[in-house]
């Protein structure tokens, strides 16, 4: 009963998607026109309202964690798959959400943060690096890229540090909305 409770609570946590409840409390859908999470609210509204969004919803992801902590410490992984599925695919915006990498960010940032910090590092050094080289090349963002380099290492890191099952947990969700957004993109509208 208790996993039900913190899979439904963390579900719905996460289907309260930031940048679309930011995008319409300034009277523009973000829906329809780019994915509602940091990087398409940067293209469309910039970037002070892509770090409020960015925040929001890393918040959810540390919120559902910690509820779990609470109710049952040993179902953060429960947390943490139903807040990036929430996410996603939020039930309150027609199952039409992000890609899921703030909330996993806001749940490993309780449920493992040294594993958080070392995909971060990771990340970060890679990102510059890419652009300058790669990514003419292979014409994918360099956000992804640096995630799926991130990732395994974050497996590793886990092995030792904790939060394995978390980010597994997470990173399936992620994998099925990534499959899911290859198999039909958001266009990218006009920014307003």
Known sequence: ???????????????????????????????????????????????????????????????????????????????????????CYPLYFRFRGGGGIAPLMGALLVSAPLTLLGMLAVALALIPLYRVTLQGHLKLNAVPFATAVAVPVGLLLSLREGGLADLVAGGAAMAVRAIHLLAFPVAQGPKT
Do not use: C
């Open 1 to 87: 009963m208790l996993a039900l409770l913190v899979a439904v609570l963390s579900y719905l946590l996460g289907s309260l998607v930031t940048g679309v409840l930011y995008s319409r409390a300034h009277g523009n859908d973000i829906l329809g026109r780019d994915l509602p999470g940091g990087s398409g609210t940067y293209r469309q509204f910039g970037r002070n309202a892509a770090i409020l969004v960015t925040a929001g919803d890393i918040l959810k992801g540390a919120l559902a964690v910690l509820l779990a902590r609470a109710l049952a410490p040993e179902l953060t992984w429960l947390a943490t798959l139903a807040v990036v599925l929430g996410h």
